[in-house]
Protein backbone atom coordinates (compact mmCIF):
# COMPACT_ATOMS: atom_id res chain seq x y z
CA UNK A 1 0.00 0.00 0.00
CA UNK A 2 1.28 3.46 -1.38
CA UNK A 3 1.89 6.24 1.82
CA UNK A 4 -0.85 8.97 1.32
CA UNK A 5 -0.06 12.95 1.87
CA UNK A 6 -1.36 14.27 4.76
CA UNK A 7 -2.00 17.90 3.32
CA UNK A 8 -5.38 17.47 1.77
CA UNK A 9 -6.71 16.22 5.41
CA UNK A 10 -10.41 18.08 6.30
CA UNK A 11 -11.65 18.46 9.62
CA UNK A 12 -15.22 19.42 9.79
CA UNK A 13 -17.60 20.76 12.48
CA UNK A 14 -21.13 21.45 12.11
CA UNK A 15 -21.92 24.99 12.14
CA UNK A 16 -26.07 26.26 11.74
CA UNK A 17 -26.48 22.53 10.10
CA UNK A 18 -23.77 22.56 7.71
CA UNK A 19 -20.45 20.62 7.91
CA UNK A 20 -17.76 23.53 8.19
CA UNK A 21 -14.13 22.93 7.37
CA UNK A 22 -11.47 24.17 10.27
CA UNK A 23 -9.68 26.81 8.38
CA UNK A 24 -5.66 27.17 8.97
CA UNK A 25 -5.29 23.76 10.17
CA UNK A 26 -1.61 22.79 10.71
CA UNK A 27 -1.68 19.36 12.34
CA UNK A 28 -4.03 16.99 14.11
CA UNK A 29 -4.23 13.67 15.71
CA UNK A 30 -6.32 10.76 16.94
CA UNK A 31 -5.27 8.68 20.12
CA UNK A 32 -7.70 5.26 20.47
CA UNK A 33 -7.21 3.02 23.10
CA UNK A 34 -8.54 0.09 25.39
CA UNK A 35 -9.11 -0.47 28.62
CA UNK A 36 -8.05 -3.32 30.18
CA UNK A 37 -9.30 -5.81 33.31
CA UNK A 38 -6.71 -7.26 35.61
CA UNK A 39 -7.80 -10.76 36.37
CA UNK A 40 -4.80 -12.05 37.71
CA UNK A 41 -4.38 -14.45 40.26
CA UNK A 42 -2.08 -16.20 42.34
CA UNK A 43 -0.24 -19.08 40.77
CA UNK A 44 0.52 -17.90 37.48
CA UNK A 45 3.77 -16.19 36.62
CA UNK A 46 2.12 -14.16 34.10
CA UNK A 47 -0.71 -11.70 34.18
CA UNK A 48 -4.16 -12.38 32.83
CA UNK A 49 -6.61 -9.46 31.46
CA UNK A 50 -9.75 -8.97 29.85
CA UNK A 51 -10.50 -6.64 27.17
CA UNK A 52 -12.38 -3.64 28.59
CA UNK A 53 -13.93 -0.37 27.02
CA UNK A 54 -12.24 1.24 23.93
CA UNK A 55 -11.52 5.17 24.07
CA UNK A 56 -10.22 7.84 21.86
CA UNK A 57 -9.33 11.76 22.13
CA UNK A 58 -7.15 14.06 19.82
CA UNK A 59 -5.46 17.12 19.29
CA UNK A 60 -5.55 19.91 16.49
CA UNK A 61 -2.92 22.39 16.09
CA UNK A 62 -4.44 25.73 14.02
CA UNK A 63 -3.40 29.48 13.23
CA UNK A 64 -5.65 31.82 14.57
CA UNK A 65 -8.30 33.08 12.44
CA UNK A 66 -10.59 35.59 13.93
CA UNK A 67 -13.04 35.50 10.41
CA UNK A 68 -13.16 31.66 10.47
CA UNK A 69 -16.62 30.34 11.64
CA UNK A 70 -15.53 26.87 11.82
CA UNK A 71 -12.64 27.99 14.50
CA UNK A 72 -15.45 30.10 16.23
CA UNK A 73 -18.26 27.46 17.11
CA UNK A 74 -15.50 25.36 18.32
CA UNK A 75 -14.33 28.47 21.00
CA UNK A 76 -17.61 28.94 21.66
CA UNK A 77 -18.48 25.28 22.54
CA UNK A 78 -15.71 24.69 24.61
CA UNK A 79 -16.24 28.02 26.43
CA UNK A 80 -19.86 26.71 27.41
CA UNK A 81 -19.34 22.99 27.97
CA UNK A 82 -20.68 21.81 24.79
CA UNK A 83 -19.93 18.46 22.27
CA UNK A 84 -19.06 19.04 19.00
CA UNK A 85 -19.49 16.64 15.78
CA UNK A 86 -16.13 15.91 14.39
CA UNK A 87 -15.44 14.86 11.04
CA UNK A 88 -12.34 14.08 9.78
CA UNK A 89 -11.19 13.06 6.46
CA UNK A 90 -7.32 12.19 7.02
CA UNK A 91 -6.39 12.41 2.86
CA UNK A 92 -9.09 15.18 2.01
CA UNK A 93 -12.50 14.92 0.03
CA UNK A 94 -12.07 14.62 -3.88
CA UNK A 95 -15.54 13.85 -6.16
CA UNK A 96 -16.09 10.04 -6.47
CA UNK A 97 -15.52 7.01 -3.97
CA UNK A 98 -12.90 6.13 -1.78
CA UNK A 99 -12.86 9.08 0.75
CA UNK A 100 -12.39 7.46 3.96
CA UNK A 101 -14.13 9.64 6.97
CA UNK A 102 -14.11 8.92 11.08
CA UNK A 103 -17.06 10.82 12.73
CA UNK A 104 -17.36 11.20 16.51
CA UNK A 105 -18.66 13.22 19.31
CA UNK A 106 -16.10 15.13 21.51
CA UNK A 107 -15.21 17.50 24.43
CA UNK A 108 -12.84 20.23 23.55
CA UNK A 109 -10.62 19.84 26.92
CA UNK A 110 -8.35 22.81 26.16
CA UNK A 111 -7.89 25.64 23.62
CA UNK A 112 -4.51 27.12 23.99
CA UNK A 113 -3.60 30.18 22.39
CA UNK A 114 -0.06 31.15 21.76
CA UNK A 115 2.28 33.38 20.10
CA UNK A 116 5.52 34.80 19.79
CA UNK A 117 7.80 37.44 18.12
CA UNK A 118 7.74 37.04 14.36
CA UNK A 119 5.70 34.35 14.64
CA UNK A 120 2.17 33.69 13.36
CA UNK A 121 -1.01 33.31 16.52
CA UNK A 122 -1.71 29.86 17.00
CA UNK A 123 -3.90 27.53 18.95
CA UNK A 124 -3.78 24.24 20.14
CA UNK A 125 -7.20 22.42 20.81
CA UNK A 126 -7.19 19.09 22.54
CA UNK A 127 -10.39 16.81 22.42
CA UNK A 128 -11.82 14.80 24.46
CA UNK A 129 -14.01 11.78 22.28
CA UNK A 130 -17.50 10.68 23.81
CA UNK A 131 -18.61 7.27 22.86
CA UNK A 132 -17.78 5.65 19.54
CA UNK A 133 -15.78 6.42 16.85
CA UNK A 134 -16.81 5.36 13.62
CA UNK A 135 -14.60 4.80 10.33
CA UNK A 136 -15.95 4.71 7.32
CA UNK A 137 -15.08 5.05 3.25
CA UNK A 138 -17.73 7.53 1.66
CA UNK A 139 -18.89 9.32 -1.83
CA UNK A 140 -18.16 12.79 -2.66
CA UNK A 141 -19.74 14.83 -5.00
CA UNK A 142 -18.92 19.11 -5.89
CA UNK A 143 -21.13 21.59 -5.81
CA UNK A 144 -19.69 24.64 -7.82
CA UNK A 145 -20.65 28.26 -6.91
CA UNK A 146 -20.16 31.13 -8.98
CA UNK A 147 -20.95 34.43 -7.02
CA UNK A 148 -21.02 37.72 -8.90
CA UNK A 149 -20.09 40.82 -7.91
CA UNK A 150 -21.93 42.98 -4.90
CA UNK A 151 -23.16 40.20 -2.81
CA UNK A 152 -21.61 36.70 -1.18
CA UNK A 153 -22.52 32.96 -1.07
CA UNK A 154 -21.84 30.98 1.78
CA UNK A 155 -19.99 28.69 1.64
CA UNK A 156 -18.70 29.34 -1.55
CA UNK A 157 -16.58 28.25 -4.57
CA UNK A 158 -16.08 24.76 -4.81
CA UNK A 159 -18.16 22.79 -1.61
CA UNK A 160 -17.75 18.87 -1.19
CA UNK A 161 -20.57 17.20 -0.16
CA UNK A 162 -21.17 13.32 1.36
CA UNK A 163 -23.46 11.28 -0.50
CA UNK A 164 -27.02 11.56 0.67
CA UNK A 165 -26.53 14.37 2.70
CA UNK A 166 -28.24 18.08 2.95
CA UNK A 167 -26.27 21.09 2.32
CA UNK A 168 -27.55 24.99 2.85
CA UNK A 169 -25.87 28.10 1.20
CA UNK A 170 -26.55 31.08 2.12
CA UNK A 171 -26.52 33.84 -0.18
CA UNK A 172 -26.52 37.64 0.29
CA UNK A 173 -26.62 41.04 -1.27
CA UNK A 174 -24.43 43.88 -0.76
CA UNK A 175 -26.03 47.12 0.47
CA UNK A 176 -28.04 48.87 -1.91
CA UNK A 177 -28.00 45.36 -4.48
CA UNK A 178 -30.64 42.55 -4.63
CA UNK A 179 -30.37 38.89 -6.19
CA UNK A 180 -30.46 39.04 -10.01
CA UNK A 181 -30.52 35.70 -11.21
CA UNK A 182 -30.34 32.71 -9.27
CA UNK A 183 -30.08 29.06 -11.02
CA UNK A 184 -29.25 25.82 -9.71
CA UNK A 185 -28.06 22.71 -12.12
CA UNK A 186 -29.18 25.43 -15.11
CA UNK A 187 -32.88 25.86 -13.56
CA UNK A 188 -34.23 29.24 -12.55
CA UNK A 189 -35.30 29.75 -8.33
CA UNK A 190 -37.32 32.62 -9.45
CA UNK A 191 -38.29 33.01 -5.66
CA UNK A 192 -34.45 34.46 -5.10
CA UNK A 193 -35.22 37.52 -7.34
CA UNK A 194 -35.26 41.01 -5.58
CA UNK A 195 -34.01 39.24 -2.17
CA UNK A 196 -31.38 40.81 0.10
CA UNK A 197 -30.84 37.16 1.30
CA UNK A 198 -32.19 33.85 0.58
CA UNK A 199 -30.89 30.65 1.67
CA UNK A 200 -30.89 27.47 -0.60
CA UNK A 201 -30.40 23.52 0.53
CA UNK A 202 -29.56 21.17 -1.80
CA UNK A 203 -31.10 18.01 -0.23
CA UNK A 204 -30.19 14.46 -0.68
CA UNK A 205 -27.26 15.08 -3.14
CA UNK A 206 -26.05 12.32 -5.42
CA UNK A 207 -24.29 13.86 -7.93
CA UNK A 208 -22.31 16.98 -8.91
CA UNK A 209 -23.94 20.43 -9.02
CA UNK A 210 -23.93 24.06 -9.63
CA UNK A 211 -25.40 27.06 -7.95
CA UNK A 212 -24.71 30.61 -9.85
CA UNK A 213 -25.96 33.92 -8.30
CA UNK A 214 -25.81 37.49 -10.03
CA UNK A 215 -26.89 40.42 -7.83
CA UNK A 216 -28.18 43.95 -9.09
CA UNK A 217 -28.39 47.34 -7.83
CA UNK A 218 -31.67 48.88 -7.00
Known sequence: MAAKNAKHGIIDVIVSENETP????KSWSIDTSMGTIDVSNMGSNFKDFLVGQASWSGSLDI???PDDVAQDQIQTDALQGNSITLKLYPFGKASGAGNKRLTGSAFITSWS??????????TSISIQGSEELTSEDVECHTI?????????????????????????FNISADSGYVIDTLTVGGSAVAEASGETEYAYTFENISADDTLNVSFVSV
Not at 150 to 158: E, H, T, Y
Open 22 to 25: VGEV
Open 63 to 65: WFD
Open 113 to 122: PSGAVEDAVG
Open 144 to 168: SVTCGDNGSVVPGINTFVVDGENRK
